[in-house]
């Protein structure tokens, strides 16, 4: 057993003994970048034994300088190591390698030093290290032990050996200074810009098995300057080096540099694209069900700890495809579990709704509705070509790793089929349905510090900016609070972005500093001012694709709702269609204003004006749909007679009209503050 | 700054007469608001109102018609400076020059051309718009009888590009009945072209050095009584006129500037480059633009590039719906649907051509829209499909029951085939590949 | 007083160096600086202003070109350095772009042929070069990382990024120095969003050209048309993220139908004047490279933009 900080000591002496003994010129070819750890540490260009010390002595006694000097001096004298050995690697050979780290062919660095114990234990490293896309180096006895054992190693095999003792993992090192001068902007003789560099850029890791010397110790030691995880195989304590075993080393790794390998092929007997998102499969076509008002069925996801998923891990619960006839119903229980360091709890529902277009993404998989109200089948044609129940959890879990890599890590799915799982597991996920609806409902504006923005509508409005607030929903309908941020986390760069709130300029009008200087700039400068909670004063700008248009109607001391479906003239003198051409296109126009249907049911709508007793008139189909809601929301606050005071067409679609109906309803609209 | 709906409503009567046409006050506000309405509509406004609405409602450059019956054109009433703002309006009348020392034949076979001239796309026939008769000889008389061969052979309106006072008098002599633009009068003679086109109701262009000299003669002529005039910036080079024609469109929509609030007149035949002066005529707010006769290519660049830039950006072109052959198709030929946004016929029709593959294009009205938009704003339906397919008799066209959709349309591939009871195929999303799908993919 | 125009901007556009001459490393006989502007296409102090330069089309496949073009030029198409050559010489455009046409075959495997073709145009022309490489996922890898070190040293522009597929791009412009031509589907947002994706990755800025994808003229051009001039208004803002210069190109022009039935006599005349049309009003949208395929649409935007941009301020000898 080594102690890690006393070789450091002792190693970093004789590597200085070393440079004192250092003789002759020194140097490599084919690179533009000389002694390049050196040159990018110092700004100076290493050409003899002179220079290496001054450099050595410049940069504070760096172990780095020590090694690269001292490895050149080697070369310079012995000339280079025969093969396999690569020894220093030409420039050319480094941009393709950059290049395929920006490529995302190769996902990150790994070196590999020291003597293993045996040839299994580094051949099966090397194999994971080679499948997770790592492009690995190795430098010691490492190397002769991998050719022992059959595994065949070179830059092709993305196993490049560099050299016979570990302190030729210095190529490593020059390896990532020379990506950063060439691929990360930074200027030799810069050591903070390198080391924020490699710290932050350089996916890299080291492996080291024991057998080390001390030099080789002190060595290995500085690359966690640089920010690379130095996972140790045993025979060494203390210093930041972790201990890892065979079977978790690459994954630690990995996982501490944040390296992610992402999936890209679904391995399922049936085609799995979007082309067949829209394909049903019918009745005489389906080979087994599942819910649909036949069986219970339900699909849940959840975030959990890392620790308890195992990414790809599918498990069937109760009877799989061969155990039932064609044609039969089985009760089904989805359950995906997720983990990753940015996942939330309230990406849940959102992440949840995706299964549904997953699972349609098969060629023989069909889904309808959500949470407790699925429909799911597989077809005949898909189970004679081998799908399985087991492969509707793949397909998810696979999906879901495809499409969210930033937020994912990890997604195991479990399948219930056995009926009383599948019943006791319902219950839970009403509990859990029951909370987030909650959850959601509840949450006020004044409960966030961030709004979200959508600009997807810029396409024909070019000014339009939607602020989506927990209580005020985009325009559209399509797009909630909680979608945009989730939206955002998924795709920092997108339509979606955080409006910080900022000072409340008027809480009742919904002004704020934030807001206005978030719309200021995504409106191109055209739009200063946004009441959030206002018609009448800087309203929101109407885009086009809003679900419903309220319309002040002077006469009437109130408002008039009209929605997309409603093609009739209505009291305004306007249909919904003029209506729309006049105010969409991003502009603001005080006194109407593009709403959602949710929207109405806020306490915030019309919030400037008085509230919902502003309203005068709705089609009847829209005071239908809300009947439910609005009746409640008006029941809350000893209202319930407001609801029969909104006219709609049955009553009447001429102002004059709506004029007398309010007069007799003793409408309260009639008695508020004038609006104007 | 534009006054918006509600403020305007303020200055209104509030009788909701309908006297103006419009059923509610507000209505007719809106109208006013976005520039479309007439304030004389509304007989009960005050004074007051009518000062405040009347200098801000009114469009920002003056809507002029130019000519008149079937091939009289409007001009003006243009409210942007980028068509993404809102739209252009009123697209720039072409007028092809001739001159006053070609032969009557010659004069006529120009005038026929542009008479006739049609190019019909997507549902639109362009034309050329008028005749634009220059005074090459220097006599009056010549110059009205030129006039005369012009107004012979078709009711077009005309330029009379007269130079003196003595020619434009003999032009009007022969067309001043029928709103023809006068060009043009400057500085030191704006008086006597103001009487002179008053009296027959012409247009008149005038012409300045600067958008300064611009504005101060346009108010001299209102003052003297001529209100229908169109700026000439003519005279100068290509980048000059993108500068100054660039600065009257601002002045006027802005309404810093009110008596530069006219359409802008552009003699196209000025600088060298004949085509790159038209196309910069077209793109910068040229109302009047006057060219050579046209080559043929040029002509069909021309009024394509003026449908394009003249196209309201918030309406996308339509297609008629519709069952459309490509090639000779026959009973087994792929029937390829797909929605009316026009963009997306022509580039799926260029590709299917390219192809040779016979085929039948099946039309379907999603008031315009892309596939995507359609299908995820629910205006691409299994119903329309259905509909669509009966409507346009495809079974009668077809022995086979095999529907090609846009790979955009696949969320809707099963629910097609339950309605229509047709075989559905998603085709690629990119319409380039289409050559190669139907040569791997297409079995009737 | 003076009238003058009234937008108030408080950006600039970026600027953009394509082409590498010997005295910076190349062997290009010419190399150009664009951006910088501070006002509209053509409005404003000319000083600030750069002259907007052609791109001659030509490709190493004719199988899958316009039929007009090959028609046009004869046997010359089947030698891609010859053509390249030619164009130079006999047309006078800015810049030669090359499409590695021969990479949409099926089952593509020739990568080593790729250098081969580049460094024959890289010898047949001085001017600097646009290269597009493949359109499927699948080779881009191999293909970029040839075109980008078979042009080492040139600074050449590579084609195309789209939002879905960049990086082998981005990462061949960044191992050997070369430029990007990023692309949206006439989308200002996704046009921001695709060079903030770039940028993450480490591509700076003075490396990336927007091209906001051209529709043929009377096939769309109007949202090119339109999705351009905001672009332009936004960088002119100050939309950092949208600053860069524009290239434009209507891949589809030559094969509408306008162009194929035009009569015989016509054809060239026609599918030259379409591309003027379609290019010079790109140029007035904001273009700083616009694009042709048929030769005799030079001369005519050669023309007309001298006159508005009589000097060469895009050069630098
Ligand atoms: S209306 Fe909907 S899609 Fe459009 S900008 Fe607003 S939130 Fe986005
Ligand atoms: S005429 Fe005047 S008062 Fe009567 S409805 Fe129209 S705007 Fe109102």
Redesign the interface.
């Given at each position: 057993m080594k102690n890690v900080e006393a070789s450091i000591k002792s190693g970093n002496e004789s590597l200085k003994t070393k440079i004192s003994e250092l003789a002759g010129d020194l140097g490599y070819e084919e690179t533009a970048y000389h002694l390049p750890v050196t040159y990018a540490l110092t700004g100076n260009a290493v050409k003899n034994a002179d220079d290496a010390r001054s450099a050595y002595q410049r940069t504070g006694e760096n172990p780095f300088v020590a090694c690269e000097c001292y490895t050149a001096s080697v070369t310079a004298e012995n000339g280079k190591e025969p093969a396999p050995f690569t020894g220093f690697l030409p420039d050319a050979d480094l941009?393709?390698m950059?290049?395929?780290?920006?490529?995302?062919?190769i996902l990150g660095l790994a070196l590999v030093a020291g003597s293993p114990p045996g040839a299994d234990v580094v051949a099966g490293i090397c194999r994971e290290l080679q499948e997770k896309y790592m492009l690995t180096f190795l430098a010691g006895d490492v190397v002769g032990t991998l050719a022992g054992s059959g595994v065949k190693v070179g830059a092709e095999y993305r196993l490049v050996p560099l050299g016979s003792t570990p302190l030729r993992g210095i190529h490593f090192v020059d390896i990532i200074a020379r990506v950063a001068m060439?691929?990360?902007?930074v200027s030799p003789g810069d050591p903070d810009r390198l080391i924020s560099y490699a710290r932050e850029?350089a996916k890299a890791i080291v492996i080291v098995f024991p057998g080390l010397n001390d030099e080789e110790i002190a060595f290995i030691d500085a690359l966690s300057i640089l920010g690379i995880p130095i996972l140790s195989m045993g025979g060494y304590e203390g210093g930041n080096w972790h201990l890892a075993t065979p079977e978790n080393v690459v994954r630690e790794g990995m996982d501490q540099k944040g390296i992610k390998v992402t999936v890209t092929a679904i391995p399922i007997p049936m085609g799995c694209s979007?082309?067949?998102?829209?394909?049903?499969?019918?009745k005489e076509e389906m080979h087994v069900e599942f819910g649909g008002g036949r069986t219970p069925a339900f699909e849940l996801l959840r975030v959990r700890p890392a620790a308890d998923v195992t990414d790809g891990k599918i498990t069937v619960i109760g009877p799989e495809i061969e155990d039932v006839p064609q044609g039969s119903a089985l009760p089904l229980g989805i359950i995906v579990e997720v983990a990753g360091s940015a996942m939330k709890k309230e990406y849940e529902p959102v992440l949840e709704r995706r299964i549904h277009n997953f699972v349609n993404y098969g060629e023989g998989s069909?889904h309808v509705a959500q949470r407790d109200l699925v429909w799911v089948r597989l077809s005949k044609e898909a189970v004679s070509k081998g799908v399985h129940i087991r492969h509707i959890g793949t397909l998810i879990a696979a999906k879901f790793r495809i499409d969210f890599p930033n937020l994912l890590d990890a997604v195991q799915v479990t399948l219930i089929t056995d009926e009383q799982k599948v019943k006791s597991a319902l219950l839970e996920a009403q509990k859990v349905y029951r909370e987030r609806d909650q959850r959601i409902k509840d949450l006020r504006d004044t409960d966030v510090d961030l709004f979200y923005s959508c600009?997807?509508c810029?396409?024909?409005?070019?000014n339009h900016v939607c602020i989506i607030t927990p209580e005020r929903p985009a325009l559209c309908g399509a797009i909630t609070w909680l979608d945009g941020k989730t939206a955002f986390e998924i795709s920092p760069?997108?339509?979606n972005q955080p409006v910080p709130k900022g000072e409340v300029i008027d809480a009742t009008t919904g002004e704020f500093e934030g807001v206005n200087r978030f719309v200021k700039k995504a409106s191109?400068?055209e739009v200063e001012r946004c009441c959030l909670y206002s018609i009448?004063e800087n309203p929101m700008t109407a885009c086009?694709?809003f679900e419903c248009i309220a319309v002040?109607?002077?006469?009437t001391n109130g408002f008039m709702i009209v929605t997309r479906e409603f093609k009739g003239?209505t009291?305004?003198?306007?249909t919904f269609s003029t209506?729309a051409g006049?105010i969409?296109?991003g502009a603001q126009?005080?006194?109407?204003a593009g709403v959602s249907k949710n929207f109405i049911l806020s306490d915030r709508f019309l919030q400037a004006e008085g509230g919902i007793e502003r309203l005068v008139w709705m089609p009847g189909q829209l005071k239908e749909e809300l009947s439910e809601r609005l009746l409640k929301k008006l029941s809350d606050s000893g209202r319930q007679e407001f609801f029969d005071r909104i006219a709609d067409e049955t009553v009447t679609t001429?102002?004059?009209d709506l004029m007398d109906f309010l007069a007799k309803v003793h409408h309260p609209a009639l008695d508020m503050p004038a609006l104007? | 700054m534009a006054l918006k709906a509600l403020d305007i409503y303020k200055l209104l009567p509030k009788k909701n007469c309908k006297e103006c046409g419009d059923p509610t006050c507000l209505t007719f506000a809106m109208k006013l608001a976005s520039g479309k309405g007439d304030i004389e509509k509304c007989p009960y406004l005050d004074d007051h109102a009518k000062s405040v609405l009347g200098a801000s409602t009114k469009p920002p450059v003056r809507k002029i018609k130019i000519g008149v019956g079937e091939r009289a054109f409007v001009v003006g009433e243009e409210f942007v400076q980028f068509r993404h703002e809102k739209t252009f309006y009123h697209p720039p009348g072409i007028m092809v020059s001739v001159s006053d020392t070609q032969t009557k034949p010659e004069i006529e076979q120009i005038v026929t051309n542009v008479r006739d001239y049609v190019l019909t796309r997507i549902g639109m026939d362009l034309r050329l718009n008028g005749i634009a008769i220059r005074n090459d000889s220097n006599n009056p008389e010549q110059f009205g009888t030129a006039v005369s061969y012009a107004e012979g052979c078709a009711d077009l309106p005309v330029v009379l590009m007269a130079g003196t006072l003595a020619a434009a008098e003999a032009g009007l002599h022969e067309c001043g009945n029928y709103r023809p633009i006068v060009h043009c009068a400057t500085r030191e003679n704006y008086r006597e072209y103001c009487s002179l086109t008053k009296k027959s109701g012409a247009v008149l262009a005038i012409r300045a050095g600067t958008p300064d000299e611009m504005a101060e003669l346009s108010t001299l002529c209102t003052e003297a009584g001529q209100d229908a005039l169109l700026l000439d910036l003519s005279s100068r080079s290509l980048r000059q006129f993108i500068n100054d024609s660039t600065i009257i469109r601002q002045h006027a929509i802005t309404r810093t500037t009110p008596s530069l609030g006219y359409p802008v007149f552009y003699d196209a035949t000025i600088p060298d480059n004949a085509d790159a002066a038209l196309v910069l005529g077209i793109l910068k707010y040229g109302a009047v633009i006057v060219i050579g006769p046209p080559t043929r290519p040029s002509e069909k660049a021309l009024l394509t590039l003026r449908q394009n830039i003249y196209t309201d950006p918030q309406k996308p072109i339509q297609m008629t719906a519709g069952l459309y052959r490509v090639g000779n198709p026959g009973k087994d030929a792929p029937v390829l649907m797909t929605v009316n946004f026009s963009l997306t016929y022509f580039t799926l029709q260029g590709y299917l051509e390219s192809s040779r593959v016979s085929c039948y294009m099946l039309i379907v009205d999603t008031e315009g829209l892309s596939v995507l938009t359609a299908v995820a704003a629910g205006k691409l339906n299994e119903t329309m499909v259905r509909d669509a397919i009966k409507k346009y008799g495809v079974e009668n066209e077809v022995s086979h029951r095999t529907l090609i959709i846009p790979g955009y349309a696949s969320p809707l591939s099963g629910r097609i085939e339950e309605e229509t009871g047709w075989k559905v195929l998603v085709g690629p999303r990119d319409a380039a590949e289409i050559g190669e799908y139907l040569e791997t993919e297409w079995k009737a | 007083m003076t009238l003058q125009t009234q937008n108030i901007w408080n950006g600039r556009i970026g600027t953009v160096t394509i082409g590498a001459d010997r005295a910076h490393g190349g062997t290009r006989t010419l190399q150009y600086t664009l951006g910088g502007e501070q006002d509209l296409a053509a409005v404003g102090p000319g000083a600030t202003q750069q002259r907007p330069l052609i791109a001659a089309e030509i490709c190493d496949d004719p199988g899958i070109w316009s039929p007009i073009v090959n028609t046009f030029m004869g046997d010359t198409v089947n030698d891609t350095a010859g053509w390249a050559g030619t164009m130079e010489s006999e047309y006078h455009p800015d810049i030669v772009r090359l499409h590695l046409t021969s990479t949409r075959k099926r089952n593509f495997k020739d990568f080593s042929g790729i250098p081969e073709t580049v460094s024959g145009v890289l010898k047949s022309t001085g001017l600097p070069l646009i290269i597009e490489g493949s359109n499927d996922p699948s080779i881009d890898s191999e293909v970029y990382q040839k075109c980008g070190e078979a042009s080492s040293g040139e600074r050449v522009l590579l084609g195309t990024a789209e939002a879905g597929r960049y990086r082998s791009i981005a990462a061949a412009a960044m191992a050997y120095n070369h430029c990007i031509i990023a692309q949206s589907p006439i989308d200002i947002n996704l046009a921001k969003q695709l060079n903030i994706l770039l940028k993450e990755i480490g591509v700076p800025y003075d490396r990336i050209l927007i091209d906001p994808y051209t529709g043929a003229l009377g096939y769309g051009f109007e949202y090119s048309y339109s999705v351009m001039e905001r672009i332009r208004y936004a960088a002119l803002k100050g939309d950092q993220d949208l600053a860069m210069t524009m290239i434009s190109a209507a891949p589809d022009s030559l094969n509408i139908r306008e162009v194929r039935e035009a009569r015989d006599d016509e054809t060239d005349r026609t599918a030259a004047t379409w591309e003027f049309y379609t290019a010079f009003s790109a140029v007035i949208a904001g273009a700083s490279i616009v694009c042709v395929r048929h030769p005799l649409a030079i001369p005519l935007l050669k023309s007309a933009i001298d006159s508005i941009w009589p000097h060469s301020a895009g050069r630098e000898a």
């Amino acid at each position: 057993m080594k102690n890690v900080e006393a070789s450091i000591k002792s190693g970093n002496e004789s590597l200085k003994t070393k440079i004192s003994e250092l003789a002759g010129d020194l140097g490599y070819e084919e690179t533009a970048y000389h002694l390049p750890v050196t040159y990018a540490l110092t700004g100076n260009a290493v050409k003899n034994a002179d220079d290496a010390r001054s450099a050595y002595q410049r940069t504070g006694e760096n172990p780095f300088v020590a090694c690269e000097c001292y490895t050149a001096s080697v070369t310079a004298e012995n000339g280079k190591e025969p093969a396999p050995f690569t020894g220093f690697l030409p420039d050319a050979d480094l941009r393709k390698m950059g290049y395929s780290l920006v490529d995302g062919s190769i996902l990150g660095l790994a070196l590999v030093a020291g003597s293993p114990p045996g040839a299994d234990v580094v051949a099966g490293i090397c194999r994971e290290l080679q499948e997770k896309y790592m492009l690995t180096f190795l430098a010691g006895d490492v190397v002769g032990t991998l050719a022992g054992s059959g595994v065949k190693v070179g830059a092709e095999y993305r196993l490049v050996p560099l050299g016979s003792t570990p302190l030729r993992g210095i190529h490593f090192v020059d390896i990532i200074a020379r990506v950063a001068m060439m691929f990360g902007g930074v200027s030799p003789g810069d050591p903070d810009r390198l080391i924020s560099y490699a710290r932050e850029r350089a996916k890299a890791i080291v492996i080291v098995f024991p057998g080390l010397n001390d030099e080789e110790i002190a060595f290995i030691d500085a690359l966690s300057i640089l920010g690379i995880p130095i996972l140790s195989m045993g025979g060494y304590e203390g210093g930041n080096w972790h201990l890892a075993t065979p079977e978790n080393v690459v994954r630690e790794g990995m996982d501490q540099k944040g390296i992610k390998v992402t999936v890209t092929a679904i391995p399922i007997p049936m085609g799995c694209s979007p082309a067949f998102e829209g394909k049903s499969i019918r009745k005489e076509e389906m080979h087994v069900e599942f819910g649909g008002g036949r069986t219970p069925a339900f699909e849940l996801l959840r975030v959990r700890p890392a620790a308890d998923v195992t990414d790809g891990k599918i498990t069937v619960i109760g009877p799989e495809i061969e155990d039932v006839p064609q044609g039969s119903a089985l009760p089904l229980g989805i359950i995906v579990e997720v983990a990753g360091s940015a996942m939330k709890k309230e990406y849940e529902p959102v992440l949840e709704r995706r299964i549904h277009n997953f699972v349609n993404y098969g060629e023989g998989s069909w889904h309808v509705a959500q949470r407790d109200l699925v429909w799911v089948r597989l077809s005949k044609e898909a189970v004679s070509k081998g799908v399985h129940i087991r492969h509707i959890g793949t397909l998810i879990a696979a999906k879901f790793r495809i499409d969210f890599p930033n937020l994912l890590d990890a997604v195991q799915v479990t399948l219930i089929t056995d009926e009383q799982k599948v019943k006791s597991a319902l219950l839970e996920a009403q509990k859990v349905y029951r909370e987030r609806d909650q959850r959601i409902k509840d949450l006020r504006d004044t409960d966030v510090d961030l709004f979200y923005s959508c600009t997807l509508c810029q396409t024909f409005a070019p000014n339009h900016v939607c602020i989506i607030t927990p209580e005020r929903p985009a325009l559209c309908g399509a797009i909630t609070w909680l979608d945009g941020k989730t939206a955002f986390e998924i795709s920092p760069s997108g339509a979606n972005q955080p409006v910080p709130k900022g000072e409340v300029i008027d809480a009742t009008t919904g002004e704020f500093e934030g807001v206005n200087r978030f719309v200021k700039k995504a409106s191109h400068g055209e739009v200063e001012r946004c009441c959030l909670y206002s018609i009448m004063e800087n309203p929101m700008t109407a885009c086009g694709c809003f679900e419903c248009i309220a319309v002040m109607l002077p006469e009437t001391n109130g408002f008039m709702i009209v929605t997309r479906e409603f093609k009739g003239l209505t009291p305004s003198g306007m249909t919904f269609s003029t209506l729309a051409g006049t105010i969409g296109g991003g502009a603001q126009t005080p006194g109407f204003a593009g709403v959602s249907k949710n929207f109405i049911l806020s306490d915030r709508f019309l919030q400037a004006e008085g509230g919902i007793e502003r309203l005068v008139w709705m089609p009847g189909q829209l005071k239908e749909e809300l009947s439910e809601r609005l009746l409640k929301k008006l029941s809350d606050s000893g209202r319930q007679e407001f609801f029969d005071r909104i006219a709609d067409e049955t009553v009447t679609t001429t102002i004059e009209d709506l004029m007398d109906f309010l007069a007799k309803v003793h409408h309260p609209a009639l008695d508020m503050p004038a609006l104007i | 700054m534009a006054l918006k709906a509600l403020d305007i409503y303020k200055l209104l009567p509030k009788k909701n007469c309908k006297e103006c046409g419009d059923p509610t006050c507000l209505t007719f506000a809106m109208k006013l608001a976005s520039g479309k309405g007439d304030i004389e509509k509304c007989p009960y406004l005050d004074d007051h109102a009518k000062s405040v609405l009347g200098a801000s409602t009114k469009p920002p450059v003056r809507k002029i018609k130019i000519g008149v019956g079937e091939r009289a054109f409007v001009v003006g009433e243009e409210f942007v400076q980028f068509r993404h703002e809102k739209t252009f309006y009123h697209p720039p009348g072409i007028m092809v020059s001739v001159s006053d020392t070609q032969t009557k034949p010659e004069i006529e076979q120009i005038v026929t051309n542009v008479r006739d001239y049609v190019l019909t796309r997507i549902g639109m026939d362009l034309r050329l718009n008028g005749i634009a008769i220059r005074n090459d000889s220097n006599n009056p008389e010549q110059f009205g009888t030129a006039v005369s061969y012009a107004e012979g052979c078709a009711d077009l309106p005309v330029v009379l590009m007269a130079g003196t006072l003595a020619a434009a008098e003999a032009g009007l002599h022969e067309c001043g009945n029928y709103r023809p633009i006068v060009h043009c009068a400057t500085r030191e003679n704006y008086r006597e072209y103001c009487s002179l086109t008053k009296k027959s109701g012409a247009v008149l262009a005038i012409r300045a050095g600067t958008p300064d000299e611009m504005a101060e003669l346009s108010t001299l002529c209102t003052e003297a009584g001529q209100d229908a005039l169109l700026l000439d910036l003519s005279s100068r080079s290509l980048r000059q006129f993108i500068n100054d024609s660039t600065i009257i469109r601002q002045h006027a929509i802005t309404r810093t500037t009110p008596s530069l609030g006219y359409p802008v007149f552009y003699d196209a035949t000025i600088p060298d480059n004949a085509d790159a002066a038209l196309v910069l005529g077209i793109l910068k707010y040229g109302a009047v633009i006057v060219i050579g006769p046209p080559t043929r290519p040029s002509e069909k660049a021309l009024l394509t590039l003026r449908q394009n830039i003249y196209t309201d950006p918030q309406k996308p072109i339509q297609m008629t719906a519709g069952l459309y052959r490509v090639g000779n198709p026959g009973k087994d030929a792929p029937v390829l649907m797909t929605v009316n946004f026009s963009l997306t016929y022509f580039t799926l029709q260029g590709y299917l051509e390219s192809s040779r593959v016979s085929c039948y294009m099946l039309i379907v009205d999603t008031e315009g829209l892309s596939v995507l938009t359609a299908v995820a704003a629910g205006k691409l339906n299994e119903t329309m499909v259905r509909d669509a397919i009966k409507k346009y008799g495809v079974e009668n066209e077809v022995s086979h029951r095999t529907l090609i959709i846009p790979g955009y349309a696949s969320p809707l591939s099963g629910r097609i085939e339950e309605e229509t009871g047709w075989k559905v195929l998603v085709g690629p999303r990119d319409a380039a590949e289409i050559g190669e799908y139907l040569e791997t993919e297409w079995k009737a | 007083m003076t009238l003058q125009t009234q937008n108030i901007w408080n950006g600039r556009i970026g600027t953009v160096t394509i082409g590498a001459d010997r005295a910076h490393g190349g062997t290009r006989t010419l190399q150009y600086t664009l951006g910088g502007e501070q006002d509209l296409a053509a409005v404003g102090p000319g000083a600030t202003q750069q002259r907007p330069l052609i791109a001659a089309e030509i490709c190493d496949d004719p199988g899958i070109w316009s039929p007009i073009v090959n028609t046009f030029m004869g046997d010359t198409v089947n030698d891609t350095a010859g053509w390249a050559g030619t164009m130079e010489s006999e047309y006078h455009p800015d810049i030669v772009r090359l499409h590695l046409t021969s990479t949409r075959k099926r089952n593509f495997k020739d990568f080593s042929g790729i250098p081969e073709t580049v460094s024959g145009v890289l010898k047949s022309t001085g001017l600097p070069l646009i290269i597009e490489g493949s359109n499927d996922p699948s080779i881009d890898s191999e293909v970029y990382q040839k075109c980008g070190e078979a042009s080492s040293g040139e600074r050449v522009l590579l084609g195309t990024a789209e939002a879905g597929r960049y990086r082998s791009i981005a990462a061949a412009a960044m191992a050997y120095n070369h430029c990007i031509i990023a692309q949206s589907p006439i989308d200002i947002n996704l046009a921001k969003q695709l060079n903030i994706l770039l940028k993450e990755i480490g591509v700076p800025y003075d490396r990336i050209l927007i091209d906001p994808y051209t529709g043929a003229l009377g096939y769309g051009f109007e949202y090119s048309y339109s999705v351009m001039e905001r672009i332009r208004y936004a960088a002119l803002k100050g939309d950092q993220d949208l600053a860069m210069t524009m290239i434009s190109a209507a891949p589809d022009s030559l094969n509408i139908r306008e162009v194929r039935e035009a009569r015989d006599d016509e054809t060239d005349r026609t599918a030259a004047t379409w591309e003027f049309y379609t290019a010079f009003s790109a140029v007035i949208a904001g273009a700083s490279i616009v694009c042709v395929r048929h030769p005799l649409a030079i001369p005519l935007l050669k023309s007309a933009i001298d006159s508005i941009w009589p000097h060469s301020a895009g050069r630098e000898a």
